[in-house]
């Protein structure tokens, strides 16, 4: 939409993401990104942490996406991020009776940052199309390559757990004696989390702000 202020945040989570369902029957998360300035000191040859931004979010469910579920279910206290979306204005009344504004970023997308950790991303189910997992249509997710209704069954060497899949019967062709036995993308770091390793220093307390 035109006229928008679009920006983007990198920071750490201040707290778990907070997922709550309004009266409307709308699911929305909320949750802070504390993004600080860092430069380096010449004196001391250290990196210092310089003034912390805490830009307080917000993101809702669709009919089309399940964005704030999927951040609920994905990220937590501590995470690195990279928010993009659109600074919004909201007046409420605080518990004392006063009238308060606030800016925060409705966030359109969001992920872990990858500078100092690894993630592992797994795709939504859906009838079809692009599909993680499922059998139904679409290209597959984890669990093979092609996936459909028809063409070859069965068969090493053509997926990360299986082949081409559907509901032909003509077998697929050997594979060759140099195919890889498994799918190198598939190995992670043992002994490591998705998100990697994070401090979980709080950098604020909850808002008293009411519910949308």
Same mark, same amino acid.
Do not use: H
């Given at each position: 939409?035109? $006229? ?18 309004? $009266?409307? *029957? ?58 993009? %979306? ?6 409420? &009344?605080? @518990?004392? =009776?006063? #009238? ?11 992920? /872990? ?6 993630? &592992?991303?797994?795709? #939504? ?6 599909? *993680? %997992? @499922?059998?139904?249509? =679409?290209?597959? %997710?984890?669990? +093979?390559?092609?996936? +459909? ?5 069965? =068969?090493? =060497?053509? +997926?990360?757990? %299986?082949?081409? #899949?559907? *509901?032909?019967?003509? &077998? ?7 195919? /890889?036995?498994?799918?190198?993308? #598939? ?26």
């Amino acid at each position: 939409m035109a $006229g928008e202020t679009i920006i983007t945040v990198v920071g750490n989570l201040t707290r778990d993401p907070e997922l709550r369902t309004v $009266g409307s *029957g709308s699911t929305v998360v909320n949750f802070t990104i504390a993004s600080s300035t860092r430069t380096f000191n010449r004196n001391t040859n250290q990196w210092e942490d310089g003034d912390t931004l805490f830009v307080n979010c917000s993101a809702w469910d669709s009919a089309r996406t399940s964005l704030a579920s999927n951040i609920a279910n994905s990220l937590a206290k501590g995470m690195r991020v990279i928010a993009q %979306g659109r600074l919004t204005q909201r007046s409420y &009344q605080a @518990q004392d =009776g006063s #009238q308060r504004t606030v800016i925060e970023l409705r966030v359109d997308e969001i992920g /872990p940052a990858l500078s100092r950790a690894t993630a &592992q991303v797994t795709r #939504q189910s859906a009838s079809s199309g692009f599909n *993680g %997992g @499922q059998q139904n249509g =679409g290209f597959g %997710g984890n669990n +093979g390559g092609y996936q +459909g209704g028809a063409g070859y069954s069965g =068969g090493a =060497g053509y +997926g990360s757990n %299986g082949g081409y #899949q559907g *509901g032909a019967s003509q &077998q697929a062709p050997a594979a060759p004696n140099n195919a /890889p036995v498994t799918d190198p993308w #598939q190995t992670g770091d043992s002994g490591s989390n998705a998100f990697g390793s994070y401090g979980t220093s709080d950098f604020g307390g909850d808002s008293d702000e009411p519910e949308f």
